[in-house]
C-alpha cells in the first residue's frame, strides 16, 4: 500500500495489500477471523477492537478505520454495513428537503426505492427491530443537525402537503427507533390537521404499559410539542404517579421538567406547588438509593 491510498481510496488496492497492511502495523487478521468478529459487531466496532494495537501514523494513522469498511464489502458483500444505511439514509433526506425547497425533480421515489430495499435486509432483533448495535453505528456520523433534520421531517412534508411522503417517512422512522412508533405517525397526522386524533393516539400510547417507559414518556412530549397542556399535564401526571407506584424514580425524575413546562404554559401555580413537593420527595428518595449519584435539581 502507498501513501496516497487517503486521496484514491480503498477499491482500487488488492486485499492482499490490505491484510499485509493491517499486519505491518500490528493487526494480524484472516478472512475466518474477520468473519468471526463480523457476528458480534460490525466496521467500526472492529476498528475499536483493533485500534488499541494499531501502530500505523502519519498517513496510515486512520487506515484501521477505513480497512473494516473496505474487508466486510469484499468479504461480507451479501450482509448490509451501518455505512450503507448512513449513505441510503442520508440521499434520502436530502432528496426530501429537495422536494421541500421547490424542487420538483428532487429523486424521491428512487430515494425511497432504494431504501425499503435496503431496509429489507437489515439485521434485526428478535421484536423485528433493527438491532441496536448496527442502528447506533448507522447513526453515529450524523451531526445534531441532522439527527433535528430527521426528527421533524416527516412532520415538516406533511405540513407541506406531501402527506404520501410523510407517511412513509415516518414508517421509516418508527422501524428505525421502535420507541417512537405511533408517535411519528401522530405528529403527521396532526401536521395534516387532525389534531384532535392525534392527541387521542398520543394519550393512549402514554397509558400503554405494555411500552417501555422511555416510549410512554416519548407520547407525553409528542402532547407538548402539540401543545396540548390539559392532555400532556393529565397524562405526565399520570404516568408519574404510575413511575412513582412501581418505584421507577429516574421515570418520574424524568417527567418533572416536562410537567414544570406544562404547568407553566398553564399558569397553574397550585401544581407547580405541588410538583416542587414530590420533585423533592423524590430525589430524596434518590439520593438515599444512590448516594453521590447527582441529578438536576427541579427548580434549581
Do not use: C
Amino acid at each position: 500500500m502507498d501513501k496516497a491510498w487517503q486521496q484514491k481510496g480503498l477499491k482500487e488496492y488488492s486485499t492482499e495489500a490490505l491484510v499485509g497492511t493491517l499486519g505491518h502495523y500490528g493487526i494480524s487478521v484472516a478472512e475466518e477471523d474477520f468473519r468471526k468478529l463480523s457476528e458480534t459487531t460490525f466496521p467500526l466496532g472492529i476498528a475499536q477492537q483493533w485500534k488499541a494495537q494499531w501502530k500505523g501514523t502519519g498517513p496510515f494513522k486512520d487506515f484501521v478505520v477505513a480497512a473494516p469498511v473496505e474487508l466486510w464489502r469484499r468479504w461480507l458483500p451479501d450482509r448490509v454495513a451501518p455505512y450503507e444505511l448512513t449513505d441510503t439514509l442520508a440521499s434520502l433526506m436530502k432528496s426530501l428537503l429537495q422536494l421541500l425547497n421547490g424542487a420538483a425533480d428532487a429523486p424521491v421515489a428512487p430515494a425511497f426505492e432504494k431504501m425499503n430495499g435496503l431496509r429489507a435486509r437489515l439485521p434485526v432483533d428478535d421484536k423485528g427491530g433493527p438491532q441496536e448495535r448496527f442502528m447506533q453505528e448507522a447513526l453515529a456520523p450524523f451531526s445534531e443537525k441532522d439527527a433535528e433534520l430527521f426528527d421533524s421531517l416527516a412532520e415538516t412534508l406533511a405540513r407541506s402537503g406531501h402527506g404520501a411522503h410523510a407517511e412513509s417517512f415516518a414508517d421509516l422512522e418508527e422501524f428505525f427507533l421502535p420507541d417512537r412508533k405511533g408517535i411519528s405517525r401522530a405528529m403527521v397526522r396532526a401536521a395534516r390537521g387532525e389534531q384532535d386524533a392525534a392527541v387521542s393516539d398520543l394519550v393512549k400510547l402514554t397509558e400503554d404499559t405494555a411500552r417501555t417507559p422511555i416510549a410512554r414518556i416519548l407520547a407525553v412530549d409528542g402532547l407538548i410539542h402539540l401543545k396540548a397542556n390539559g392532555p400532556a399535564a393529565s397524562a405526565g401526571r399520570m404516568l408519574l404517579e404510575w413511575a412513582e407506584s412501581t418505584k421507577d424514580l429516574h421515570l418520574a425524575l424524568d417527567l418533572v421538567p416536562r410537567l414544570e413546562h406544562v404547568y407553566k404554559a398553564q399558569n397553574d401555580r397550585v401544581s407547580l406547588l405541588d410538583l416542587v413537593r414530590t420533585a423533592d420527595r423524590l430525589n430524596a428518595e434518590h439520593d438515599r438509593i444512590h448516594p453521590g449519584h447527582t441529578r438536576h435539581r427541579h427548580g434549581r
